[in-house]
Nanobody, 123 residues
Framework: QVQLVESGGGLVQAGGSLRLSCVAS????????MGWFRQALGKEREFVAT????????VYADSVKGRFTISRDNAKNTVYLQMNSLKPEDTAVYYC????????????????WGQGTQVTVAS
């Protein structure tokens, strides 16, 4: 079992940057592939990015590719999402999630979820 806590959300102007963090406790984070998802008001939770256990490979949603970067520091049990060139449509609650083994992109495939952190991008 792993517990996840996100932080780093806030209000930012369009074009700005923000870095989200997800700190894990419980089992060693290196056992898990990690993902970031987001959910805007009135919308379904959607995939943002995922990273392999070692950090050797990543996958991004088309909507964020080239702007967002997922990374991890297993020694600190932490996963990051660096968000650059933010757009108003990036406004959402951002969640980190963990799954044992290989990377996944489907929200139903993840076993553990954080409580989320709000990101608001002003136009």
């Amino acid at each position: 079992q792993v517990q996840l806590v996100e932080s780093g959300g806030g209000l930012v102007q369009a074009g700005g940057s923000l870095r989200l963090s997800c700190v894990a406790s419980g089992r060693t984070l290196s056992l898990y592939s990690m993902g970031w998802f987001r959910q805007a008001l009135g919308k379904e939770r959607e995939f943002v990015a995922t990273i392999t256990k070692s950090g050797s490979s990543t996958v991004y949603a088309d909507s964020v590719k080239g702007r967002f970067t997922i990374s991890r520091d297993n020694a600190k049990n932490t996963v990051y999402l660096q968000m650059n060139s933010l757009k108003p449509e990036d406004t959402a609650v951002y969640y980190c999630a963990a799954v044992l083994g290989t990377i996944r992109i489907g929200k139903d495939e993840y076993d553990y979820w954080g409580q989320g952190t709000q990101v608001t991008v002003a136009s």
